[in-house]
């Protein structure tokens, strides 16, 4: 059994087959889509973060209005940079996103991916210290964040305040029971993926990650999710640990997905680079008739080692053809695959 949920990348445009021509589009679709997909027992709404483009950005908003318009569907994020936050006042919106949903917050954190502009978190109003990268930037915000969710008091009450004071020290309001449980680090290499294991985060693996062996993309990456796992164990976590794969999967069963998806048939995967030169393979797409989909898939290692299923779509074309997409995969492959 696996959770399956979507992750939107939230991108809009003036490009003439897009059904989200503007932010506005953009952002009241992917409620109408959370709502339809949870209809279809769809598991998870995820969004991307991407800051200084057409994309998804500031995700709390969303999340609470998401959270307002359903029951039961787990709403999260894949993945927060953590080099543009603040990370007392995002407990605080976290906290709200979280109660207004009745629990079912599931953020993905990190460092953060290649951006549209250069070191755009200074122009958040932050800046590096001495003898630091971006990289111990974003890793020791997303500690902070981690930590401040706990729940414990550390700031000086007012002797005078405006309102009465609980005793002892304050925390950060309002605080979600659980949340902390419910945090992901989103690694894009096997060092990272067992640094999140001995913190004890939740483990999201994308699309991508550094090309550390040569093999192919789901065996490198199953292998990153079996070291999470031990560094876990070792560390003496007790809770049972997540963890979450992404993929682009499209079953052809009418015309329409033919025209779309057709020539991503075959597709293998891709070497690329990252910044700093770091060499980096890039996850095959899978589009094909439902009975080659179920062959191939079934090859994938990483998809068996994990336990969430995250979809990416094109949101740009629409709330309807993505519920078609997604409830394809619910009715002609998941059962096949043993993930239903």
């Known amino acids: 059994m696996k959770k399956i949920g979507f992750l939107s990348f939230g991108h809009w445009g003036s490009h003439p087959s897009y059904d989200t021509k503007t932010a506005s589009d953009t952002l009241l679709q992917s409620i109408d889509l959370a709502v339809a997909a949870e209809e279809i027992g769809v ?32 709403i999260g994020t894949g993945v927060i940079d953590m080099r543009y936050e603040n990370p007392f006042y995002m407990v605080e919106d976290a ?35 001495e003898g630091q990268t971006d990289v111990d930037m974003g890793r020791l915000k997303g500690l902070e964040f981690f ?23 304050l925390r950060i309001e309002p605080h979600s029971e659980g949340l902390r449980d419910r945090i992901w680090w989103g690694s894009a290499s096997d ?30 990456q199953a292998e990153q999710i079996r070291l999470y796992r031990e560094a876990y164990k070792k560390a003496g976590h007790t809770r049972e640990p997540r963890v979450s794969v992404s993929r682009s999967i499209f079953a052809i069963v009418n015309d329409q997905d033919r025209s779309y998806f057709g020539q991503e048939a075959n597709r293998t995967d891709q070497i690329g680079v990252l910044e700093g030169n770091q060499r980096a393979i890039f996850g095959r797409s899978y589009a094909a008739e439902p009975e080659q989909l179920i062959k191939e898939l079934a090859q994938d290692e990483a998809i068996q ?22 409830e394809s995969i619910l009715k002609y492959i998941a059962p096949e695959l043993g993930w239903r």
């Open 147 to 169: 930590d401040l969710l706990r729940g414990e008091g550390f700031a000086q009450p007012n002797p005078n305040p405006m309102f009465p004071n609980p005793p002892g020290l």
């Open 95 to 129: 906290g709200a996103a979280d109660l207004i949903s009745e629990g079912r917050l599931q953020l993905g954190i990190s460092r953060g991916s290649p951006e549209q502009v250069i070191d755009g978190w200074k122009y958040f109003g932050y800046d590096l210290e």
């Open 43 to 74: 598991d998870g709404a995820y969004f991307r973060v991407h800051h200084f483009a057409n994309q998804l950005a500031s995700p709390f908003p969303l999340l609470a209005a998401i959270g307002a318009k359903t029951q039961k569907i787990e």
């Open 305 to 326: 080692e994990a336990d969430t299923l995250l979809l990416t779509i094109p949101n740009t074309l629409g709330v309807d053809y993505n519920v078609h997409v997604l």
């Open 191 to 220: 060092a990272t993926a067992v640094w999140a294991g001995e913190i004890g985060m939740n483990l999201q693996s994308s699309t991508l990650k550094f090309d550390e062996s040569g093999k192919p993309f789901h065996i490198q």
